[in-house]
C-alpha cells in the first residue's frame, strides 16, 4: 500500500507542476488552486508512504515519478525539446526509481 500511495503521490506531483506551469505566476485562478491543492495531496500521500518505507528510497522515487512525467509531458503536451540526450536523461531517472524499488530493503 505504501508503494502505491508513492506512485500515486509522483503521478499527483506532474499533474500540480503543469497546472503551476498553465497558472502564469499564480495569475490565474483555476489552474493555480489546482495545483496548490494537488500539491498539498501529493504531499500528504509522500508522508503517509513514508511511514513504510526509508525516507531516502521514497523522497527519490517520488521526485523522480514526478521529474520524469513532467519532462515527458512537456514533450507531449507542450512541444518542447525531444532530442535523444534528453530523452536519455529521462530514462536515466527512470531507472534510478525502478532500481531504487528493486533494492528496497
Do not use: D
Not at 22 to 48: D, E, N, Y
Not at 73 to 87: D, H, K, N, Q, W
Request: hydrophobic share 60%; proline share 3%.
Amino acid at each position: 500500500m505504501a508503494w502505491l500511495l508513492l506512485v500515486v503521490a509522483g503521478l499527483l506531483e506532474i499533474v500540480w507542476a503543469l497546472a503551476l506551469k498553465h497558472a502564469q505566476g499564480l495569475t490565474r485562478l483555476g489552474p493555480s488552486v489546482l495545483g496548490i491543492s494537488t500539491a498539498a495531496v501529493s504531499f500528504v500521500m509522500l508522508s503517509a508512504a513514508l511511514k513504510h518505507l526509508p525516507v531516502g528510497t521514497a523522497y527519490a522515487v517520488w521526485v523522480g515519478i514526478g521529474a520524469a512525467g513532467v519532462a515527458l509531458a512537456g514533450i507531449v503536451m507542450l512541444g518542447e525539446s525531444a532530442s535523444l540526450p534528453r530523452l536519455s536523461c529521462v530514462a536515466l531517472i527512470l531507472s534510478g526509481v525502478i532500481g531504487l524499488k528493486l533494492l528496497e530493503e
